[in-house]
């Protein structure tokens, strides 16, 4: 069997689709019975498969929206069937899908797709709805995402639920660090520091609250920790800037906008904790990423989160300041519980791996495409 695989939409690997797909790829192996195969722009030849020695198809557009949309509605069967595709997955399928599949397909949900609604034209939920129900099958990285496609109408029955992985090869235990200040390619961050880790980009991110729970914290305790936001700037990016630098604590607030991912490990290992407070998240890895580096953390109720991190740790209303101040406090004093927590972790995290994700996603693929 041969398999395709859509680049487009993914950013290059510099978005958390462009991550997902970098991640798993490295797990996918050709054999004797599965080939697979990426497809995209050219620039993407070497971004993705590299280390698996996946072929990549280059597709001659133009680098817009419109150009590869039009692309997606009307040339990219011809493509597939031209390839021999015996099914497509598409990581991107809010950005572009084919009117009908054929070959087969997979369609990978990551979003919550009621909540990117908001943001859409009636003729961009049109299609986002028609084509998620209209494809094969719907992968989503949790049940929470699931029970979101329901509002919108898409069949329970062909949504399969895939948890994203955790690379075991960078996110680890790593000996305690020392030193006040940690070198982090490209950035120098004084320790202690908490960590949020997720692009700007919406209101329900909840980074405002965050800057003012962390404020509380500081008032009340004293210590010198900061607070480090990590991740693209979006669209609520200058109103985040604005309250960082306008609170009574802004020389412990820093702010990186794109950080590289290779980078991560190093900043989630000299961190005292992770802290997360999305509530629109679908896949939520992060926090699985920080347990298996072996930092505390607490997240959001809302969303994903809670069915990813178990009871591991630390839950807070995103909307309550007072109460995510609380579950900072407890990160920073409590010796025991960031003992606990952190044992627990490690040991929740190491449940899973892209190596799980990949043969369900491959299972997934086999299925559509023994239809």
Same mark, same amino acid.
């Given at each position: 069997?041969?398999?395709?695989?859509?680049?487009?939409?993914?950013?290059?690997?510099?978005?958390?689709?462009?991550?997902?797909?970098?991640?798993?790829?490295?797990?996918?192996? @050709?054999?004797?019975?599965?080939?697979?195969?990426?497809?995209?722009?050219?620039?993407?030849?070497?971004?993705?498969?590299?280390?698996?020695?996946?072929?990549?198809?280059?597709?001659?557009?133009?680098?817009?929206?419109?150009?590869?949309?039009?692309?997606?509605?009307?040339?990219?069967?011809?493509?597939?069937?031209?390839?021999?595709?015996?099914?497509?997955?598409?990581?991107?399928?809010?950005?572009?899908?084919?009117?009908?599949?054929?070959?087969?397909?997979?369609?990978?949900?990551?979003?919550?797709?009621?909540?990117?609604?908001?943001?859409?034209?009636?003729?961009e939920k049109l299609r986002i709805k028609s084509?998620?129900?209209?494809?094969?099958?719907?992968?989503?990285?949790?049940?929470?995402?699931?029970?979101?496609?329901?509002?919108?109408?898409? @069949?329970?029955?062909?949504?399969?639920?895939?948890?994203?992985?955790?690379?075991?090869?960078?996110?680890?235990?790593?000996?305690?660090?020392? *030193?006040?200040?940690?070198?982090?390619?490209?950035?120098?961050?004084?320790?202690?520091?908490?960590?949020?880790?997720?692009?700007?980009?919406?209101?329900?991110?909840?980074?405002?609250?965050?800057?003012?729970?962390?404020?509380?914290?500081?008032?009340?305790?004293?210590?010198?920790?900061?607070?480090?936001?990590?991740?693209?700037?979006?669209?609520?990016?200058?109103?985040?800037?604005?309250?960082?630098?306008?609170?009574?604590?802004?020389?412990?607030?820093?702010?990186?906008?794109?950080?590289?991912?290779?980078?991560?490990?190093?900043?989630?290992?000299?961190?005292?904790?992770?802290?997360?407070?999305?509530?629109?998240?679908?896949?939520?890895?992060?926090?699985?990423?920080?347990?298996?580096?072996?930092?505390?953390?607490?997240?959001?109720?809302?969303? *994903?989160?809670?069915?990813?991190?178990?009871?591991?740790?630390?839950?807070?209303?995103?909307?309550?300041?007072?109460?995510? *101040?609380?579950?900072?406090?407890?990160?920073?004093?409590?010796?025991?519980?960031?003992?606990?927590?952190?044992?627990?972790?490690? @040991?929740?995290?190491?449940?899973?791996?892209?190596?799980?994700? *990949?043969?369900?996603?491959?299972?997934?693929?086999?299925?559509?495409?023994?239809?």
């Amino acid at each position: 069997m041969k398999f395709g695989i859509d680049t487009f939409g993914c950013e290059h690997g510099r978005s958390g689709l462009g991550s997902y797909l970098t991640s798993i790829s490295q797990n996918f192996q @050709n054999s004797e019975d599965f080939e697979f195969e990426f497809f995209g722009a050219e620039i993407d030849r070497y971004t993705y498969g590299g280390e698996s020695n996946i072929s990549f198809e280059s597709v001659l557009l133009p680098e817009n929206d419109r150009a590869e949309k039009f692309w997606h509605y009307f040339v990219c069967n011809h493509f597939a069937r031209k390839q021999k595709y015996d099914a497509i997955l598409f990581p991107a399928s809010s950005y572009a899908l084919p009117l009908v599949f054929s070959p087969p397909s997979v369609a990978l949900v990551n979003e919550i797709i009621s909540e990117l609604f908001a943001t859409k034209t009636f003729s961009e939920k049109l299609r986002i709805k028609s084509g998620l129900k209209r494809v094969d099958k719907i992968i989503v990285p949790s049940y929470f995402v699931k029970k979101d496609l329901k509002r919108i109408g898409i @069949n329970q029955e062909k949504i399969i639920v895939v948890h994203s992985g955790v690379n075991h090869s960078l996110f680890y235990p790593r000996e305690v660090i020392t *030193a006040e200040t940690e070198m982090i390619k490209p950035f120098a961050i004084r320790r202690p520091y908490f960590l949020y880790a997720s692009t700007m980009s919406s209101p329900f991110k909840r980074h405002i609250e965050l800057i003012k729970a962390f404020e509380i914290f500081k008032k009340k305790t004293a210590l010198p920790h900061r607070l480090v936001l990590a991740g693209n700037e979006g669209a609520c990016s200058e109103s985040i800037k604005k309250v960082a630098v306008s609170s009574a604590f802004a020389s412990d607030i820093f702010i990186t906008g794109y950080f590289p991912h290779e980078s991560f490990p190093s900043l989630y290992a000299g961190s005292e904790g992770c802290l997360f407070p999305s509530e629109i998240e679908g896949v939520g890895l992060p926090v699985l990423e920080a347990m298996a580096t072996g930092i505390p953390v607490a997240c959001s109720k809302s969303g *994903a989160l809670q069915e990813l991190a178990g009871e591991k740790a630390i839950l807070f209303d995103s909307t309550n300041i007072e109460d995510m *101040a609380t579950a900072i406090e407890k990160i920073a004093v409590d010796t025991n519980l960031r003992k606990k927590m952190i044992k627990e972790g490690i @040991n929740w995290a190491k449940k899973i791996s892209w190596e799980q994700t *990949a043969r369900e996603t491959i299972d997934v693929l086999k299925s559509v495409a023994e239809k």
